[in-house]
């Protein structure tokens, strides 16, 4: 059922608006806090406000302007845009307090928080786009709005690495665009409202160049080897920074472009005729496995989390290209689990590096018994992202495993699934060791924690790993969200 | 009234246990030891309430939350799952006890302790556990939360076995996932109790792939053989009375889950048309006798513990594997048996490496002079590994033996007196050093105890009451609510 409601446009906006005002009040330290977190409450609001709406299966929608006929600007929340706002806004909540305690320090402060704004309102309309035009427009001023925040430091390496950021997303945004044109001269719309807008008759040839330009397009953020360069060397960037790009918007920007280019444009059943999703499944299947190898060898904190990124993001998109409806449950609930997961740990080291200035791993032998609620928070993480049952994690890895072994041969991924896990305990379990059991001779119990900006959203997500894994089947749970969406997509 | 609402308390209560340690130890020590010896206490004695109802014929069920739209994490009380929770709970309130003593001189006690009854908490799970996926829950947790139990002391040997452990553990466990997911692919959500949940329609080279999954997932915490590698490192590494629970439950749990499979996941008649049985028999009779070899040479008296554990394990499995109802009886006591035993016998290694400072057989020569009580209850229960009568042992050999004779298959009845055999070449040389040869010099230097206990009295305590154990579970095998009983209605009413 369609309503017209203008929420959808207000949840960008009214974050927008803040995000200027925290410009405007420049270096008064009390009305930046104060707009910084009105541009996430408000948001968080705003977007709870229509969730027991969505989950009773009404679709808000509001259309802002039309330049030409089928081209416009509108916004339109159904139950996968809903997932993801959900998961961006919660999270932004949650990194704004932690960037305040963070960014205490720091320089340009009004520059950080403002464009840090900015992102939330963009994340955003990304997910409530009604069209591929209103998408493409709000990933394109994601890129530019994270701009400022990677070279945060101004030093030459950050500066170095906004290049290559630049670099990388905007020849990534040139795809997308390409897309985009094709698209309405053969669909004639570029709605995204349907499971799927152009038609078989164009061609296999046709069709299958367009897939792979949206996925090279969108894969650019999404992090797919080996178009994933630009992740690793963002790292310089602060720590919520590197939290907003890893596990609240950027990269995730990306994947959910790639679900709304496999499930809303193309649309499973032409999918499922041309048969080129094997060939992203693959891809994604290498990147999973390989990035985890790579992490391994990685003894720079955040650089380990960086590959471990671009690892779990295949998971999403290896999990859209399956095409199976468990499998595309998985993946997108994915999108919150690892939100979660990732975001502790980028928390934690955050909360490391500030509180000991240590950022390589094997600096942390016995950090446990500095800070070991920071750490059992990390252990939380860790286990998750291993798959232990109870974490969130593990209901990634059930539904996506799932949903591979109703694929042709999908025993293969299967395999690649919990080869994965293994994988990830052999680069997250070292971690744990060297903080609580790779102590040096003579430590003892020490507590001097990160201050409590940093230690108590480290917390709260630990705790929303384990709930996302316990109680992912109580109603408003991103899982119900994530079943309405693919029920739709699919047609069941 | 019904027993079902009490099966999350019975879980709970350890997990409750170990959140009370650390603010209990900031009161004292002792306050620490009363607090949680209490709350295994009434954890166990719950767990015998039980024991009428099942014996019965009733069947505790309680859902606890959903886990999948068709799913529930569930718990339930059967003849089997209750065998292995009471087995569980006293083993755990003997090594619990027994610790108070050995962890005295030890760093790290609230780590200890807590994740000590963490590990209650997991195991009564997967004995509980009413579906494949609660099963995986409890056994995952247990796998990987008791890896500070095995590192605990934290030298370099222990280090590397609780590497070795934890490698050994996540591929196993990546295995069992990969099994219980195509179980659920190919079955559906199903809860143990009803009919077996494969059926000979399905796809044939699934089913055999599933079951060979099952079996090298769960045997690596079973100890099959050539699965077993991080047994024989993490016992000795571990502080004795985990070595105990390590050996008795935890390895166990492993032999659990393959039973659980075998009998509720395939059923014998698909066993039997798959023909995997037999293949299944023969690595456990490779795993009885190789491990039994590898065990003589060993001079470290817990290595040694740990091979003849691995062996023990393979009767487990080879009587489950001769589907016959008296060997899977034999079978099922065994883990009872096998847990009080070589409890017991770890607990007298614990008090050797406390006391005297002995880590080695070769070092024993004569020790029992200054040890007659350890060393007494050692040769005690030495005896019932081996399988003399009437001590608990042989109950396990002799409705094995049974079994083997039902399953029209004596020849390997070679195999099981073979076992036997070895038992006693690694297990009366040791014995026989205590007591008739001259003292070794650790032994001779050691200071005299005089007018003194051996050890604390909480440590001697436990070793004769496991003593008693053996001898009980061997004269009266038969009286009702004790295993025996259990693992005849188990094999009996197995779907």
Sequence with gaps: MEVVDIRPLLAPLLSLFCGILVFAVGERTWWRRFWSLSAAVVKLALVYSMLPGVLDGKIYSYSLIEFTPGIGLAFRVDALGMFFAIVSSSLWLITTVYAIGYMEQEHERARFFGFFALCVSTTVGIAFAENLLTLFLFYEMLTICTYPLVVHEETPEAMKAGRKYLVYTLLGGVFVLLGCAVTFQWAGTLSLSTAGILPASVGKQGLSLLFAAFVIGFGVKAAIMPLHGWLPSAMVAPAPVSALLHAVAVVKAGAFGIMRVVFCVFGVELLRDLGITVWLAALASVTIVLASIIAMTQDNFKRRLAYSTISQLSYIVLGVALLTPLAALGAIVHIANQAFQKITMFFVAGAIQRTTGRTNIHELGGIGYQMPFTMGAFTVAALGFIGVPLTAGFITKWYLSLGAMEAENGWVFVVVLITSSILNAGYWLPVVYMAFFKVPPGTHLHIKEAHWTLLIPTLICAVYVILLGSFAEVPGMPLSLARTAVEFFFGL | ?495
């Design chain 2, 1 to 495: 009234m019904s027993y079902s609402a009490i099966l999350p308390a019975v879980v709970l209560l350890p997990m409750f246990g170990a959140g009370l340690v650390v603010p209990l130890s900031k009161v004292s020590n002792r306050a620490r030891a009363m607090g949680i010896t209490i709350v295994v206490g009434i954890t166990t004695a719950l767990v015998a309430l039980l024991i009428p109802g099942v014996l019965n014929g009733e069947v505790y069920e309680q859902r606890l939350f959903q886990m999948t739209p068709t799913i529930w994490m569930s718990l339930r009380v059967d003849a089997l799952g209750e065998l292995f929770a009471i087995t569980a709970g006293l083993l755990w309130l003997l090594a619990l006890v027994f610790s108070f003593g050995y962890m005295a001189d030890e760093e790290r006690t609230n780590r200890y302790f807590a994740f000590l009854m963490l590990a209650l908490t997991w195991t009564l799970g997967v004995a509980l556990a009413g579906n494949l996926l609660s099963f995986l829950v409890f056994y995952e947790l247990f796998s990987i939360l008791t890896y500070p139990l095995v590192v605990h002391e934290q030298t370099p040997e222990a280090m590397a076995a609780g590497t070795k452990y934890i490698i050994y553990i996540i591929i196993g466990g990546g295995l069992v996932l990969l099994a219980i997911m195509g179980t659920y692919f190919l079955a559906g959500a199903q809860e143990f109790g009803g009919s077996a949940f494969l059926t000979a329609e399905l796809d044939r080279t699934s089913l055999l792939a599933v079951f060979w999954c099952f079996i090298a997932g769960f045997g690596v915490k079973a100890a099959l053989m050539p699965l077993h590698g991080w047994v024989p490192d993490a016992h000795p590494a571990a502080p004795a009375p985990f070595s105990a629970v390590l050996s008795g439950i935890m390895v166990a749990a492993g032999s659990f889950g393959i039973l659980r499979v075998l009998f509720y996941v395939y059923g014998i008649e698909l066993l039997k048309e798959l023909g995997v049985a037999m293949p299944l028999s023969w690595i456990a009779a490779f795993t009885i006798l190789a491990a039994a070899i590898l065990a003589i040479p060993q001079d470290n008296l817990k290595r040694r513990l740990a091979y003849s554990t691995i062996s023990q394990m393979g009767y487990v499995i080879f009587g489950a594997s001769l589907l016959s109802v008296s060997s899977i009886t034999g079978s099922l006591v065994h883990i009872a048996n096998h847990a009080f035993m070589k409890g017991t016998l770890f607990f007298c290694a614990g008090i050797l490496i406390k006391r005297a400072g002995i880590h080695n057989v070769s070092e024993m020569a004569g020790i029992a002079k200054r040890h007659p009580i350890t060393m007494g209850v050692f040769t005690l229960t030495s005896l019932s590994m081996i399988g003399t009568p009437p001590l608990s042992g042989f109950t396990s050999k002799w409705y094995l033996g049974i079994g083997i004779l039902d399953a029209e298959q004596p020849w390997y009845l070679v195999i099981l007196l073979g076992g036997a055999l070895l038992a006693a070449v690694y297990l009366l040389p040791i014995v026989y050093a205590a007591y008739f040869k001259e003292p070794a010099p650790i032994v001779r230097d050691l200071p005299e105890i005089e007018g003194r206990l051996e050890a604390p009295a909480t440590m001697l305590g436990v070793v004769l009451v496991g003593a008693a154990i053996t001898i009980i579970l061997g004269i009266f095998a038969w009286a009702p609510g004790l295993p025996l009983s259990l693992a005849k209605l188990a094999a009996e009413t197995l779907p």
